[in-house]
């Protein structure tokens, strides 16, 4: 399928999503499906550098805050334009302020993707462990910044109040669906044409053996990078939205380690070579998370997600995707018929 | 001006025994990650099940929490025996996919601190000692038993992990299983079976500094994630698969910690190991590399 | 050999290379010319592979310097150098393995051929090129196969049959046919004289005595960092010094 047309397609099931959750007309809905689809985003912007590259990036909670903490960074400048500049940038900042959230959101990308390049050029000349326990250094140093800054509430936390409606969309929740639902959009393409792409080539080489690939000519460093700054830049994104929905952000929220094992989780769950596979699992995980939450506890809730994750890993590698082509290709060969001699495997049911 | 040098005296005081302790909550990483390369970053979480342990037979049966954490290790032995077969069986056996057994340590850790949120709740849990809240006064010079008492056992456990490793067949195979696997076949010693006493060690170190931390400071169900950060920069920081690299460098961090706490404020404290570690990740690449 | 008064395409100059304090490479000089075949011998641990290593810039060498084809590689990192048209064959093959057989030799010409600003490829002629190359190494019915898939000899055909897909000046083949039978070496060899006579220079590092003397015009050997001799294959393999490295170790 070319992309343009896949992108059609995709815009079209969002466009439907949004048609139906509208008419349906619960807050509620939109809540939960908010989380679900910023889930999708940050399982897939870990899966460029995880699945694709073989990288772990157990930072993903630092990222999302990057985009999280400039959104209310620049949500307070405009509070307090008086204060923040000097008397004659006044009026034009007040021209400027309070930005609008696309342009918060293309922000948030932009810082969390030049985080990412700084962290990557410290460390992806490393072996790939010393990355992944330099992304968890990176997520508490930044944490810790955070506490410290007054700024943005510190230890405190801050209040962000959105509008509660704006025109077109209604209830100021639609509108921040309707984003996320563009994010999925954006965060799918880019992942499905990093696949089909000369850029996946390269990052499954780096995946299999980093020395080959140099040896054939792949600029690894390069690669990582890039790979690095695509997934920090798709993490600040969905944080950037995340004070408008919340109302109210602290450091424990905005930091909190669920987003790390979810972005982990989902894309292992759900499957890390092809491009649908982080969605699977992030569309599964989290609704039933959200299930879990309402009807048991949200501690269950995390339990479930941890025991789910070694689960996956030990027992099905290769995640929901991984089983199903493997379940298909059985039925293939059982439909070529007479393969008596595949009991080796020892369940030819 | 006197009193700021009282004041830095005790915090280098404090860090040397923050240090001590350090050393003994990352003896385990250095060994399993410095010395078997198996990156055990799920580590901190069960150094808080050892303090959840210390700290409910400490309440229930009035022990003191090491005579407790010394009676635990059999089972944290046991445990590290079953957690390094698993990650065998399932990784390290087929090579390469270092990615999932990352996945899967961080899984362990996440569900050991959910395990203990469920049972124990987000309160602060403490424990009772005779030694706690007591201090040696020597001259200006403040040492609270609280954290001299771990510190010394730290010390005693970590010469002992020394002489053990260095003095013992099986301590040596344990030096050369990462360096040489081939050689100690020729030796006709498993090299899995070495790995499996080395990592069911490394993770009984937990049971002990477990009781330590629940002797310095309350725990809650989180805590192992502040020490995350700590544990691999010391031991990248004091050189891969080194105890007395190892010591030196949680005796640094100990003391830089301790002096940031007492001029800047406690906030900035956990900000210092993820920052050196940082730091040193990205200025000695070289000297981590050379294996 | 015709004596070609040009500059040759490899020079390596005064190489040096340490571990900690082991010396691996002290001092080596050694020159390629063009279109020649080179054996390299020395016995285990007399430093043949980290020489490969720092030619190819897997390792950085200390001291010394490598020029190839007039350019001076020192500090270049490995795919820079590959870009240059030096490739390599490991020891050990190291295939990617969640590609298959074709699509491991699309990388060195989707990444190298295609990196070099005097050729573009399209998807239609890397397709083309990739059944050439593993025709050449007669792999093409196994183009859709799994390397894991493949025996130890046809594993040894696309680690060099990837290297050729670089299009290189300059191939070093690393122990390539280590744990062969006697036909499976045959084969290779044969392999790389016909790659030979396409053009490229090769430099064969190898144990099997037999196959280093079928192939190499010029025998050089390394013993303990050192080169110890160089020059016409009959003539080196006879000489004391040689001789004595062998039969002392």
């Not at chain 1, 089909?196 to 390269?202: A, N």
Request: glycine share 10%; proline share 5%.
């Amino acid at each position: 399928m070319r992309t343009p047309f896949f992108v059609l397609i995709l815009t079209a099931i969002a466009a439907a999503l949004y048609a139906a959750f509208h008419s349906i007309g619960n807050d509620y809905l939109f809540f939960a499906g908010y989380t679900v689809l910023q889930y999708i985003v940050l399982a897939t912007a870990w899966n460029i550098l995880g699945g694709y590259c073989g990288y772990v990036n157990f930072g993903s909670a630092g990222f999302f805050a990057i985009g999280v903490y400039s959104t209310v960074c620049l949500y307070t400048i405009g509070q307090s334009v008086e204060d923040v500049f000097p008397q004659f940038l006044v009026a034009p900042m007040q021209l400027i302020f309070p930005l609008p959230l696309p342009a918060l959101i293309v922000v948030g990308g932009a810082v969390s993707g030049l985080v990412g390049l700084g962290m990557g050029y410290l460390t992806l000349r490393l072996r790939g462990v010393f990355f992944a326990i330099a992304t968890l250094a990176l997520a508490v140093v930044l944490e810790t910044l955070i506490v410290n800054w007054e700024f943005v509430g510190g230890s405190r936390g801050a209040y962000v109040i959105p509008p509660n409606e704006i025109p077109v969309f209604g209830p100021y929740i639609d509108f921040l669906f309707a984003l996320m639902l563009i994010l999925v959009v954006v965060s799918l393409t880019v992942a499905r044409l990093i696949e089909r792409s000369k850029l996946g080539v390269g990052f499954a080489t780096i995946r299999d053996d980093e020395l080959a690939a140099e040896a054939t000519g792949v600029p690894t460093l390069r690669l990582k990078l890039i790979a690095t700054v695509l997934s920090g830049a798709l993490f600040g994104m969905a944080g950037a939205p995340f004070p408008y929905y919340i109302g109210y952000v602290e450091p424990g929220s905005a930091f909190n380690l669920s987003y790390a094992v979810n972005s982990i989780a989902m894309p292992m769950i759900g499957g890390t070579t092809f491009w649908a596979g982080p969605m699977i699992g992030a569309v599964l995980l989290s609704t039933l998370q959200q299930v879990v939450t309402v009807t048991v506890s949200s501690a269950v809730n995390l339990l479930i997600t941890g025991l789910l994750l070694i689960g996956f890993v030990i027992i099905a590698p290769r995640g929901i995707v991984g089983l199903w082509q493997d379940w298909m290709r059985r039925r293939a060969e059982r439909a070529k018929g007479a393969t008596p001699a595949a009991g080796a495997e020892g369940t030819p049911a | 001006m006197e009193v700021s040098f009282d004041l830095l005296i005790n915090a280098i005081i404090a860090g040397l025994m923050l240090g001590g302790f350090y050393a003994a909550v990352t003896a385990g990483v250095s060994i399993s990650f410095g010395m078997l390369d198996i990156v055990n970053i799920a580590h901190p979480g069960f150094i808080i099940l050892g303090s959840y342990i210390a700290y409910i037979v400490n309440t229930s049966l009035g022990l003191d929490p090491i005579v407790v954490s010394i009676l635990a290790l059999p089972a944290f032995y046991a445990l590290g025996s079953i957690v390094y077969e698993v990650y065998y069986r399932s990784f390290e056996k087929h090579g390469q996919d270092s990615l999932r057994g990352l996945a899967f340590f961080f899984g362990l850790l996440f569900v050991t601190e959910v395990i203990l949120n469920l049972v124990f709740g987000v309160d602060y849990r403490s424990v009772d000692a005779p030694y706690i809240g007591g201090s040696l006064s020597i001259g200006a010079m403040e040492f609270p038993y609280r954290m001299l008492v771990p510190c010394i056992v730290a010390l005693a456990m970590f010469a002992g992990l020394q002489i053990y490793l260095s003095r013992t067949f099986i301590g040596r195979a344990v030096m050369a299983v990462s360096q040489d696997p081939q050689a100690l076949q020729l030796m006709a010693v498993d090299p899995i079976r070495i790995k499996r006493i080395a990592f069911s060690i490394s993770l009984a170190t937990a049971s002990l500094a477990g009781a330590f931390l629940v002797i310095i400071q309350p725990v809650i169900p989180s805590a192992g994630r502040d020490y995350i950060g700590r544990v691999f920069a010391i031991c990248v920081l004091g050189g891969l698969g080194s105890l007395p690299g190892t010591l030196i460098a949680a005796l640094l961090l100990g003391v830089i910690e301790s002096i940031t706490a007492t001029f800047y404020g406690p906030s900035w404290a956990p900000a210092v190991a993820f920052g050196l570690l940082l730091l040193t990740l990205a200025v000695r690449p070289s000297g981590l590399l050379g294996r | 050999m015709t004596k070609a008064k040009s500059a040759p395409l490899l020079h390596i100059e005064q190489l040096g290379k340490r571990f900690g304090g082991f010396v691996a490479l002290d001092g080596v000089d050694l020159e390629v010319a063009n279109g020649e075949r080179l054996g390299l011998i020395g016995p285990n641990g007399s430093g043949k592979s980290t020489l490969v290593n720092c030619i190819c810039g897997t390792l950085q060498n200390e001291t010394g310097s490598v020029t190839f084809n007039g350019e001076k590689l020192d500090g270049m990192v490995a795919h820079e150098r590959t870009h240059r048209g030096l490739a390599r064959s490991f020891q050990l093959p190291r295939p990617f393995r969640s590609m298959s057989v074709a699509e491991n030799i699309r990388v060195p010409l989707l990444y190298t051929v295609n990196a070099r600003s005097r050729s573009h490829l399209s998807h239609r002629e890397i397709d083309e090129r990739c059944m050439e190359l593993l025709t050449l190494v007669s792999l093409h019915d196994k183009a859709r196969k799994s390397p894991a898939d493949l025996t130890q000899v046809e594993m040894r055909k696309l680690e060099l049959a990837r290297a050729m897909a670089a299009d290189p000046k300059l191939l070093i083949a690393d122990e390539s046919m280590a744990g062969l039978s006697h036909s499976e070496v045959e084969d290779i060899v044969a392999l790389l004289l016909r790659m030979n006579e396409h053009g490229v220079t090769i430099i064969m590092i190898e144990h099997i005595m037999r196959a280093v003397m079928a192939f190499s015009q010029r025998l050089a050997v390394l013993v303990s960092g050192k080169k110890i001799a160089d020059g016409n294959p009959e003539d080196v393999i006879k000489d004391k010094e040689v001789v004595g490295a062998y039969l002392g170790t």
